[in-house]
């Protein structure tokens, strides 16, 4: 009963988490002037979902042409391959439609091309396969797309082909646009960081132009990394820098090509250049991120090395300060005062014993005093000392503080 | 100067550079999603464009099995009216990729050699009432947050026109506007046969086109 429950549950877990194995196609639409023998290409993107072997059929369809516009144009669309396949290792494949318009359109309106690619069919009694289609809007005028008539379709149904609405666009222009594409440069940068890419485009019209670009990063001839640059508008007469990053964390190290093809209305251009993804050495340029942390480290470490030495050199016991004599004179009465620091925080009992030193390191003298309790953080002892015995001449006092069984001393020299 | 000072001094400027840097590091730049793309400073984040339908990798065929002449089978999931021989599940479709697609069908060949009339072979999509499918509401025309049920789509069974030379593959509308949410991007495809009388015996096939386009005629 257990592996029932067991085998119940890996089948729930196999039924529910089941994946679709798709491709999706890339723009879902183009939009095209028509132009008198304009040649053009459009790129369309297949991406791969999850990554699989995979083959696809492309196909133009000319279903929802007007017969019109179906005869005109019968021979202005081609594509570079009519059938493409992915890899498990590949995300993307890219197929062009080639569009070579002729002299004339006689019908005004937009005509609704689709450009798409389909899988196999599985097996089965009705068998299902999936496609999906770039719908090519070719205007010639204005935005009202132009149906077929209803067509008979053989099987008793009469259809409509498609339904005529309105699709809001800016006011049109017939001919290619000037656009200069100037430069293109990708930064060389050391594996997973970013590399600024920057196309710089010059819109030589007296109205603002929207853009749009692919940039397609390519090592050995094989397409590493796509990345679209958005609808951008460029300001009429002036140079824009079109800007994106590459994240190169999926990126081997080596040499890359980086071709742009900008898309404007009526034309493309293309311009590339090569950058380098370098192996992280040694002397890795830290990010401003990564210094910043490293600022931190840093600082802890010198906090916990500041306070381990604070704490090695803090002071302990008591500290004579200084020694200070006054009336020092033959045959006198000297004052001797000791300023004392008791650095721990308790009282001690103390005396002091003070040596009086001759020239030849004899004791001339010696003064003690009583034992007391030392109530201060911070005071003195002030004591006489009867110098009625002796020369003038140079002597040293040496003062000496006992205090729980260590002591602190201090050594002065003076002249009688 | 009293040591104890110099210490406090070093101490007060390593803990505020400590506190500064948590700060900048954890305040300042937590979220960084973009970089300029402009030189007025935009931060814009480039996301492709997709058109995607795919089929269930589970749901992707219809067999009826063993059918017999002037007997009517669907596939229709949840409300089954007539009785196939063996379980039958529709087919459910999906939209992978980033934008709201309309699905168009067309039927291959055909798939009935007898004298069939039009409404032999029929289609319907519906909302899928499969296992871990898509709850996508409770009324297809009015609440059904998955695809426009109320205009666009074939939602009563429909006939699917078969190829006959020289005309190709007609598409037909099947949905419009199916979603693109996770949780909304799904639609089950049924479809409907009624034998004809003087329909041959063997097997019987034919190859259906499910196409995901841009819904851009779609107000």
New interface residues.
């Given amino acids: 009963m257990k592996y029932v429950k067991l085998i119940f549950y890996i089948f729930t877990f196999f039924?529910?988490s089941?994946?679709?194995?798709?491709?999706?196609?890339?723009?879902?639409?183009y939009e095209v002037d028509f132009e008198s023998n304009a040649q053009i290409k459009l790129i369309i993107?297949l991406?791969n979902?999850p990554r699989e072997d995979k083959e696809l059929d492309t196909y133009i369809k000319y279903?929802f042409l007007h017969p019109i516009a179906k005869e005109e144009l019968k021979n202005a669309f081609s594509l570079n391959s009519s059938k493409v396949s992915f890899t498990n290792q590949e995300d993307y494949i890219y197929f062009e439609l080639l569009i070579n318009f002729p002299e004339n359109l006689s019908l005004v309106g937009t005509h609704?091309l689709?450009v798409?690619a389909?899988e196999a069919?599985?097996?089965?009694?009705?068998?299902?396969?999936?496609?999906?289609?770039?719908?090519i809007?070719i205007k010639n005028g204005n935005d009202t797309?132009i149906t077929p008539p209803i067509?008979n379709?053989?099987?008793?149904?009469n259809?409509p082909a498609?339904?005529t609405?309105n699709?809001p666009r800016p006011l049109p222009t017939t001919r290619a646009l000037n656009i200069d594409v100037l430069n293109i440069t990708a930064k060389d940068v050391y594996k997973d960081e970013k590399s600024?890419i920057v196309i710089q485009v010059r819109n030589n019209e007296n109205f603002n132009v929207y853009v749009t670009g692919i940039i397609n990063i390519l090592k050995e001839n094989m397409v590493k990394e796509?990345?679209?640059?958005?609808s951008?508008s460029l300001e009429s007469l002036k140079t824009?820098?079109?800007?994106?990053?590459w994240d190169t964390k999926s990126a081997d190290i080596g040499e890359y090509i980086v071709g742009a093809t900008i898309n404007y209305q009526g034309d493309s251009k293309n311009i590339a250049t090569t950058m380098k993804i370098k192996e992280k050495n040694f002397l890795v340029v830290f990010s401003f991120?990564n210094m910043?942390?490293l600022?931190?480290i840093l600082?802890?470490i010198?906090?916990i090395i500041?306070?381990i030495l604070?704490l090695l050199?803090k002071k302990k016991g008591i500290e004579i300060l200084s020694v200070e004599t006054k009336n020092i004179l033959p045959n006198s009465i000297a004052e001797i005062i000791i300023r004392y620091k008791n650095h721990d925080n308790k009282y001690y009992k103390v005396y002091v014993d003070i040596i009086v030193i001759g020239i030849n390191n004899n004791v001339v003298d010696k003064i003690g005093t009583d034992e007391e309790v030392l109530s201060k953080a911070e005071g003195s002892f002030e004591y006489n000392w009867e110098t009625n015995n002796l020369i003038p001449g140079i002597y040293k006092i040496q003062t000496i503080i006992h205090y729980d069984n260590k002591k602190s001393e201090k050594i002065i020299e003076i002249k009688l | 100067m009293n040591?104890d000072y110099v210490?406090g001094f070093?101490?007060l400027i390593?803990?505020t550079?400590?506190l500064t840097?948590?700060f900048?590091?954890f305040y300042i730049?937590p979220n960084i999603t973009g970089?300029?793309?402009?030189?007025t400073g935009n931060v814009?984040v480039?996301v492709?464009?997709?058109?995607?339908?795919?089929?269930?990798?589970?749901y992707?065929?219809?067999?009826?099995g063993n059918i017999a002449r002037d007997r009517t089978y669907d596939s229709d999931s949840n409300s089954p009216t007539y009785q196939t021989p063996i379980s039958t599940n529709p087919?459910l479709?999906?939209n992978?990729?980033n934008?709201a697609?309309d699905i168009q069908i067309c039927a291959e060949n055909a798939?009935w050699s007898g004298s069939y009339?039009?409404?032999d072979f029929q289609y319907k999509v519906d909302m899928p009432l499969l296992?871990?499918s898509d709850n996508c509401g409770t009324d297809i025309s009015l609440n059904n947050n998955c695809f426009t049920g109320s205009s666009g789509s074939t939602i009563t069974y429909t006939?699917l026109?078969?190829?006959?030379f020289p005309?190709?593959c007609?598409?037909?509308n099947a949905v419009n506007n199916l979603q693109n949410a996770d949780t909304s991007d799904e639609v089950e495809?049924d479809?409907k046969i009624h034998v004809p009388v003087d329909e041959p015996t063997g097997?019987?096939?034919?190859?259906?086109?499910?196409?995901?386009?841009?819904p851009?005629?779609?107000?």
């Avoid at chain 1, 824009?240 to 990053?245: E, Q, S």
């Fill in positions: 039924l529910l089941n994946y679709i194995s798709a491709f999706l196609i890339s723009p879902p639409k993107t991406i979902k279903e609704d689709r798409g389909v069919a599985n097996e089965g009694q009705v068998a299902f396969r999936a496609g999906n289609e770039v719908r809007l797309i067509i379709d053989g099987g008793g149904n259809r498609d339904q609405q699709i600024d796509v990345i679209t640059i958005p951008t824009t820098n079109l800007k994106t990053l991120r910043l942390l600022l931190l600082a802890l010198a906090l500041i306070t604070f050199n | 040591r210490y070093l101490a390593i803990v550079s400590i840097s948590f900048t590091f730049y970089r300029p793309v402009q030189d814009q480039n492709v464009s997709g058109l995607g339908i795919a089929i269930d990798t589970v992707n065929v219809i067999d009826f087919i479709i999906r992978e990729g934008v697609a798939f009339v039009a409404s296992t871990g006939n026109p078969f190829p006959t005309n190709p007609t598409n037909v495809l479809i097997a019987k096939s034919t190859t259906i086109t499910i196409t995901g386009v841009d851009v005629t779609i107000p």
